[in-house]
């Protein structure tokens, strides 16, 4: 959903706007004109080109509002500082994106993600971890909240207290700032979030709100008797109802209601008001110019409200954030955006596109891999794949298995009806497939949120516990464990040869378990997330070179998808064709490459699978095939047959 600020009349206005408030701009600027005129100079042509987009926009939200040609005055005079301030290497990459901006799609990206502290105790640790990314073949790192927040509970530092602060226990914004420069001279990308939907309660903002001062006050929402919440609230859905009820939460030292959408000391902003919509682009700009490459946008679908809605995916959350798009194209255009959207389906597409976010996680694809684990049937996977993993041009899809977050089996009602599945009934089940309370369930996972009025729940668990590997080591059955590995291998092989970029959540490369120690923190003893969000296990990590231990079976096994991917140039960013294999348990699609074509397989099934040779060349592949990753030449005129959860590249052999 393009906002039209193409109209003739809004495009003439626009241009007589900047006309009007270019002159001033050119007298605060005038000494950086004279001195560095190239400079200035592409700044004017940048914002010629994006201004009439922006200011479309920015029209449509805020041109109601009496002060609004002050605001966008103070916004130009915001992207003009930034891209003065902006380091030459940046300004160097901002050309050099510009001049290639799909290089995101290359073959070669492998993304990681880490908390800093957990994964090598501080960001000095993480500089001296950037061997081991090399090895994993990282092109992109994404450190969770880094930024200093408040003391004990903090949401997994989501609970942002200054956005150019460092948090003390992990370094400081120097030695961040060299980070993101050491990791892009070693090839990759510093991925950063800009949470940027609410502040902690000890921001300076929530603070002089706190204090009574209106100005301040809004920036948040805050309401001084029940009547607006309550008026909110029909239509609302609560996200972390364990931690309060309702989406408010009242603060007796102000006697006012605050909206909190997630924890109670993080505040939502209000971006009705045009000063918090340029404060955090001066946030963002200011991020951009740390160095840092990819912006995650966290819970994008909650920043605009709107009475009588239930305040998700609004068409104002996504002009905000095109208007966002646009400020970057002006003053940090080297930056992409990644949208953490995990909502229907239909909603998460909406976020993606070139003047948008470029990139966004797939949490329908992370949530069917898990889903079909369970039932062993890859209908609804399938028939999801195939209707929705296209996307426009210019984007890509993240793909993952296991984040920070509980895993929402945010899969289609309607998808799952047109193949007889009941999504209520079925979710329930998933549940109870995943914290191991279904009989023969093989995971070990934990229910989050469990809401006894919508009996909706969420899952937590690592990758490896939820895969079956911690119920089989503590039974000490050597079957199941060699079963749980493969389920972890399988799933990974989806994600890294499926297209878009595939994003490891690091620790599931060496099959780390669940950690239940968070029950002895109170900080953390309320919210299961954290049992997936141990400390890096020096073990495990030692063990990763030998293949006869777990982690190094895992690790392996990985490592070697990893490679093979890298070496197929033709798993390219674009959407292969999903294809019935004629099993209901094996999951399948070609690419076409230059090579010839790739058949992928994956057998979700703990048995044996046969794939008849009709199927095999009904798509038209000649035959012999090879398949890439065992090596097997795998076809001689007889159907084909896959082992339990293996998963196969079949290309013709040339
Ligand atoms: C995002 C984060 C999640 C956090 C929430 C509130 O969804 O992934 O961890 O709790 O935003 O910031
Ligand atoms: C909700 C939000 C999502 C967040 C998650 C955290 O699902 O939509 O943004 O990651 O809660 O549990």
């Given at each position: 959903?393009?906002v039209?600020t193409g109209?003739?009349?809004?495009?003439?206005?626009?241009?007589?706007?900047?006309?009007r408030?270019?002159?001033?701009?050119?007298?605060?600027?005038?000494?950086?004109?004279?001195r560095?005129?190239?400079l200035?100079a592409?700044f004017l042509?940048?914002?010629?080109?994006?201004?009439p987009r922006?200011?479309?926009?920015l029209?449509?939200?805020?041109?109601?509002?009496y002060?609004f040609f002050?605001?966008?005055?103070s916004l130009?005079?915001i992207?003009a500082k930034?891209?003065v301030s902006?380091?030459?290497?940046?300004?160097?990459l901002d050309?050099?994106?510009e001049?290639q901006?799909?290089?995101?799609?290359?073959h070669k990206m492998?993304g990681?993600?880490?908390y800093?502290?957990?994964?090598a105790d501080?960001?000095a640790?993480?500089?001296?971890?950037?061997?081991?990314?090399k090895?994993l073949?990282?092109?992109?790192l994404?450190?969770?909240?880094?930024?200093q927040s408040?003391d004990g509970?903090?949401?997994?530092?989501y609970?942002?207290?200054?956005y150019?602060?460092?948090?003390?226990?992990?370094?400081t914004m120097e030695?961040?700032r060299s980070l993101?420069?050491e990791?892009?001279?070693?090839?990759?990308?510093l991925v950063l979030d800009f949470?940027?939907?609410?502040?902690s309660?000890?921001?300076?903002?929530?603070?002089?709100?706190?204090?009574g001062?209106?100005h301040?006050q809004?920036?948040?929402?805050?309401?001084?008797?029940r009547v607006?919440?309550?008026?909110y609230e029909?239509?609302?859905?609560e996200?972390?109802p364990d931690?309060?009820p309702g989406v408010?939460?009242?603060?007796e030292?102000i006697?006012q209601?605050v909206w909190?959408?997630f924890?109670s000391?993080?505040w939502?902003?209000?971006?009705?008001?045009?000063?918090?919509?340029?404060?955090m682009?001066?946030?963002m700009?200011f991020?951009?110019n740390?160095?840092?490459?990819v912006?995650?946008?966290d819970?994008?679908?909650?920043?605009?409200k709107?009475?009588?809605t239930?305040?998700?995916?609004?068409?104002?959350a996504?002009?905000?954030?095109?208007?966002f798009?646009a400020?970057?194209?002006?003053?940090?255009?080297a930056?992409l955006?990644k949208?953490e959207?995990?909502v229907?389906p239909?909603e998460?597409a909406?976020?993606?596109?070139?003047?948008?976010c470029?990139?966004s996680y797939?949490?329908?694809?992370?949530?069917?891999l898990?889903?079909?684990?369970?039932?062993?049937?890859?209908?609804?996977?399938?028939?999801?794949?195939a209707n929705?993993?296209?996307i426009p041009?210019?984007c890509a899809w993240?793909?993952y298995?296991?984040?920070?977050d509980d895993?929402?089996?945010?899969f289609?009602d309607e998808?799952?009806?047109a193949?007889?599945?009941?999504a209520?009934?079925?979710?329930?089940?998933?549940n109870?497939?995943?914290?191991?309370?279904f009989?023969?369930?093989f995971?070990?996972?934990l229910?989050?949120?469990?809401?006894?009025k919508?009996q909706?729940?969420?899952?937590?668990g690592?990758?490896?516990?939820l895969?079956g590997?911690?119920k089989?080591?503590?039974?000490?059955?050597?079957?199941?464990?060699d079963l749980?590995?493969k389920r972890?291998?399988?799933?990974?092989n989806?994600?890294?040869?499926i297209g878009?970029?595939?994003l490891?959540y690091?620790?599931?490369?060496?099959?780390t378990l669940?950690d239940?120690?968070?029950?002895?923190d109170p900080a953390?003893s309320?919210d299961?997330?954290?049992?997936?969000?141990p400390?890096?296990d020096?073990?495990?990590y030692?063990?990763r070179?030998?293949?006869?231990?777990?982690p190094?079976?895992?690790?392996h096994?990985?490592?070697?998808l990893?490679?093979l991917?890298?070496?197929t140039?033709?798993?390219?960013?674009?959407?292969?064709d999903?294809?019935g294999?004629?099993?209901?348990?094996?999951?399948g699609?070609l690419r076409?490459?230059?090579?010839?074509?790739i058949?992928?397989l994956n057998?979700?099934?703990d048995e044996?699978?046969v794939?008849?040779k009709?199927?095999i060349?009904?798509?038209?592949l000649?035959?012999p095939l090879v398949?890439?990753v065992e090596?097997?030449?795998?076809?001689?005129d007889?159907?084909?047959?896959l082992?339990?959860?293996?998963y196969v590249w079949?290309q013709?052999?040339?």
């Amino acid at each position: 959903m393009v906002v039209s600020t193409g109209k003739p009349n809004i495009t003439l206005e626009a241009q007589r706007t900047l006309d009007r408030l270019l002159p001033r701009l050119e007298v605060e600027f005038a000494a950086v004109a004279k001195r560095q005129p190239k400079l200035w100079a592409q700044f004017l042509s940048r914002l010629n080109a994006h201004f009439p987009r922006l200011f479309g926009i920015l029209l449509h939200l805020y041109g109601g509002q009496y002060d609004f040609f002050y605001h966008v005055e103070s916004l130009l005079s915001i992207m003009a500082k930034s891209w003065v301030s902006r380091e030459k290497s940046l300004k160097a990459l901002d050309k050099a994106r510009e001049g290639q901006p799909t290089w995101f799609q290359d073959h070669k990206m492998v993304g990681g993600v880490c908390y800093t502290d957990l994964f090598a105790d501080d960001l000095a640790g993480i500089q001296r971890k950037i061997p081991y990314f090399k090895e994993l073949g990282l092109t992109y790192l994404h450190l969770m909240p880094l930024f200093q927040s408040p003391d004990g509970e903090n949401d997994g530092g989501y609970a942002i207290s200054s956005y150019r602060e460092v948090d003390p226990q992990l370094g400081t914004m120097e030695e961040l700032r060299s980070l993101a420069d050491e990791l892009r001279s070693e090839g990759i990308s510093l991925v950063l979030d800009f949470v940027f939907n609410h502040t902690s309660n000890e921001h300076t903002w929530a603070l002089k709100a706190r204090d009574g001062d209106l100005h301040y006050q809004n920036y948040y929402r805050m309401y001084s008797d029940r009547v607006m919440p309550d008026a909110y609230e029909l239509h609302l859905r609560e996200i972390f109802p364990d931690e309060h009820p309702g989406v408010f939460t009242y603060f007796e030292d102000i006697d006012q209601w605050v909206w909190t959408t997630f924890h109670s000391n993080q505040w939502d902003l209000n971006y009705a008001n045009p000063e918090v919509f340029n404060q955090m682009a001066n946030e963002m700009l200011f991020l951009a110019n740390q160095g840092v490459e990819v912006l995650r946008l966290d819970a994008v679908a909650f920043i605009w409200k709107a009475l009588g809605t239930n305040c998700e995916n609004l068409p104002e959350a996504h002009m905000i954030i095109q208007a966002f798009n646009a400020i970057t194209r002006i003053a940090a255009p080297a930056l992409l955006f990644k949208s953490e959207a995990i909502v229907h389906p239909d909603e998460v597409a909406k976020y993606i596109q070139q003047q948008e976010c470029q990139l966004s996680y797939n949490p329908l694809l992370m949530a069917l891999l898990w889903n079909t684990l369970a039932t062993r049937q890859v209908n609804l996977l399938h028939y999801s794949m195939a209707n929705r993993f296209a996307i426009p041009e210019g984007c890509a899809w993240v793909n993952y298995v296991r984040c920070h977050d509980d895993i929402g089996w945010t899969f289609s009602d309607e998808d799952a009806a047109a193949l007889g599945i009941n999504a209520f009934d079925h979710r329930q089940f998933l549940n109870a497939f995943y914290s191991g309370t279904f009989e023969g369930s093989f995971a070990r996972g934990l229910t989050f949120q469990e809401n006894p009025k919508t009996q909706d729940a969420r899952i937590s668990g690592t990758c490896a516990s939820l895969a079956g590997l911690e119920k089989a080591i503590k039974e000490e059955t050597e079957v199941e464990v060699d079963l749980a590995i493969k389920r972890i291998l399988l799933i990974h092989n989806v994600i890294l040869s499926i297209g878009g970029i595939p994003l490891i959540y690091l620790g599931d490369e060496v099959g780390t378990l669940n950690d239940y120690t968070y029950r002895q923190d109170p900080a953390k003893s309320d919210d299961s997330r954290w049992v997936h969000r141990p400390t890096a296990d020096k073990l495990r990590y030692a063990q990763r070179e030998d293949g006869e231990t777990v982690p190094g079976k895992i690790f392996h096994g990985l490592k070697h998808l990893l490679q093979l991917r890298i070496e197929t140039p033709d798993i390219s960013n674009e959407q292969p064709d999903f294809v019935g294999t004629g099993n209901p348990h094996v999951f399948g699609y070609l690419r076409s490459g230059v090579e010839g074509d790739i058949l992928f397989l994956n057998n979700f099934s703990d048995e044996t699978q046969v794939i008849s040779k009709n199927v095999i060349r009904l798509r038209g592949l000649a035959l012999p095939l090879v398949d890439l990753v065992e090596g097997d030449e795998y076809i001689k005129d007889r159907d084909l047959v896959l082992g339990p959860y293996q998963y196969v590249w079949l290309q013709t052999k040339s």
